[in-house]
DNA sequence: TAGGGCTATGTTACCGGTCACATCGGAGAA
DNA sequence: TTCTCCGATGTGACCGGTAACATAGCCCTA
C-alpha cells in the first residue's frame, strides 16, 4: 500500500515505466489520452518519485551542504537563510551541520557525511577552523565546488567569501576619531577568530592615520562574542585607561555589554563615553541609545556563497577559488558623542 | 579517477564487493588479513561510500526535515539548531526548507520535495500554517512520523510540541497584577498566529482570576513582532489609555519598541510604567532596565520534536499523536516595578 | 574418518529511477 | 503504391550499494 514505484504506476496505467518517466518528467511526445491515463495512476495510487533513486541513476542530488558552527547565533542563522534562499531559487536542496561547541573533530565528521551524500556544493562557515596536515577538506575541495565563509584558510580551488572585517574596523574607529575621540579603547572578539584579528588590524590602522600612537592597555581581547564578556571586558578598560572617551566593542553583545558597565559606573554613553559596536543585530536600533555600529551583511554573505556554488556548478569547468569580500558599512546611530575639540574626559 | 565504487575497491582488493561491504559496515566475520587490505585499497581510491545508493538499497535515509517560517529568526534559528543536535545524536540529517514571506504555497512545495527525498521525519514549524482541504501535510503524516511545532492544526497521528503559551501570558499578567498593577495593557503579535491568541487568552484569564474588567482598549494587536510594531502599538495604547500602569507585551522585541516610545514620552521604565515581555531574546538581560519576560524554551522545543521522531521510528508502530507543552517561565528582572496599595497612575 | 557446524567469502537479485536504443504504426513523398 | 521518416512507446542495462543465500574450507566430535 505504502510507496507505489514507477513500474506500478506503469501497470496500472498499462503502459512502460519508461512513459511514465516521461509523463512526470514533462517530456515531450506522450499523447494527451496517455499522459491523462498515467496521471490518473499517479493520483491513484499517491504515487511520489524517489528522489533517492532518481539520484543515483542520474548522478545528481541537487543538494548543497552547509556546515557551521552554530545556527541558532544570529549571525550564522542570517547566512545560512540567505543560502537557503539562494539555494533554493536554483533548485538545490539545503542540508545542514550545525558544529556544537566542544566537540572537536566534528567538522570533519560532517564533512565526510556529506560527501557520502554526494552534495553538489559544500558552504563551510567555521570561521576557526585550522586545516590540519592532509585535510579531509581539501579532499572535498577538489571533488565539489566549496566555499569557505569567514575563513582565512587559504585553500587553492575554493572560493572564499567574507566581510571585509579589517575595513570595518578601520571605519568603525575612524569615525570615532573623527569625532574627535583619541583615547579610544577596543573590546575584541576571540583572537583566534580571524575576523577579530583583522577588525583589531583596521582599528591599528586608523589610530595610525590619525597619528595616534598605539597603547597596549587600550585593546581588551574576550574569550567569547557575548554579552557577559563585553561588561567584564569594559571593567578592565576602565581600570586601565579611565580617562578614554569612546570604546569600539567588536560585537554588538561586546557593545551592549560594556554600555551595562558604563552605566553601571555612573557613566552616561554617549555623553561621556561613545561607543561602537559591529554586527548590527535587530535590537541595536532600540537600545537606549540607539547603537551606531559595523553592519554585517550576513544574508548576502549566505547568498553569494550558494551563488558561486550554483555558478561553478553551471560552468563545470575547474575555475581558480576567487575571493569576494563584502562591504561592512558604518550605521551611524546615536551612541557616539562628538568631543569638543581638544577636549579630554 | 573521481567516484570509485564498492567494486572498484573489491577488484584492487582483490575481494568481492561484497567483502568490502562487510568491512566498511565494521561487520564480523572477515579476516584481519583481508580487512587490511580492503582498507587500503580505499585509501588509494579515496573511495567514500555513497549515502544515495545505501539509502535505495535499504530503504532508509537517515533524514529528517524541518519546515520552518524563517531561520533567520532567532525563536526558529534555536529550534532548528536543538533539533539539528538531537537529530545528529540519533543518527540523523537535518534537511532544511525556510519559507520565505510572501510565497503563499511554498510549505506544500517543501513538503513534497521532502517526501521525495524520502525524509523519516518531519518537523513543521509553520506557526501560521492552514490546513487545506485534502492538505498534502494529511498525506505526510500518514506516511512518516511528523511533528508540528507552534501549531494548532490538529492532526489525527501527528505529534505536537508547543510552548504553553496561554500559561506563560497568565504568569507574566498575574505577576504584573501581583505588583497592585490593575489598569494593564497589551501588545500582542499577528492574531492570526496560534501563539499569539493564547497568549492573550492567558491575559484576559489573570485579568479575570483577579477581577478585573475586560478593556477592549487595552488591547493593541500588531501586525508583526516587530521593535517598530511595538513601538508603534504603545503610541496607540498611551493615546486610549493614557493612565495605564503595565504593559505585557507579546515578544521582547514589542516591549523593547514599547519602551522606545515610552522614554520618548518621558516615562520612565519601570517608574512610571512597568513592561513584561516574551522570550528571552539575548539581549533581553542587558538592555536599561532588564527585562523581565517569559522564557520561550525553543532549543527545548527542537530537540523535542526530533526526539519523538527518532522514538516514533524505533518503535515503528503508528501510535496515535501525542500532545507536548513546554512550560514558558517567567523571568523576573528590572522592567516591573511594584506599584504602591491602591495608587493609580 | 565421515558428518555437523562454523567461519570467511562469493554470487545473484534487487532497490526505483534514467538512459540509450529498439520497435511499431501512420503520414507524406516519390 | 511503396519507401522513408518521425512521433509514440517499449526493452533492457545500469547507477552503487545491501540482503539473502550459496559455497568452500576448517575444526571438532562421535
Redesign the pocket.
Known sequence: MK????????RRA?????????V??G?????D???ERVLRAVRELE????A???S????RTHTLGMVTTDVSDHFFAEAVAGAEAEARKRGYFMIIGSIEEGSEDDERTYLHLMLERRVEGLIVAVPRLRLAEDDPLADAVARIPTVLVASDIDLAGADHVDIDNRRGGHEATGYLVAQNHRLIGTITGPLDWPSARARLDGYRDALKDAGIAADRTLVEPCVDWGLESGRRAAERLLASAPKLSAIFAQSDLLALGAIATLRARGLRVPDDVSVVGFDDIPVSSVVDPPLTTVRQPMREVGELAARLIGDRAASSRKTKGSRHTLRAPLIIRGSVARLDGGRIR
Open positions: 510507496g507505489a514505484t514507477i513500474r506500478d504506476v506503469a498499462r503502459v512502460s515505466h519508461q512513459t511514465v518517466s516521461r512526470i518528467n517530456h515531450e511526445s506522450v499523447t489520452e496517455t499522459r504515487y511520489v518519485p524517489s533517492v533513486a532518481r543515483l541513476s542520474s548522478q
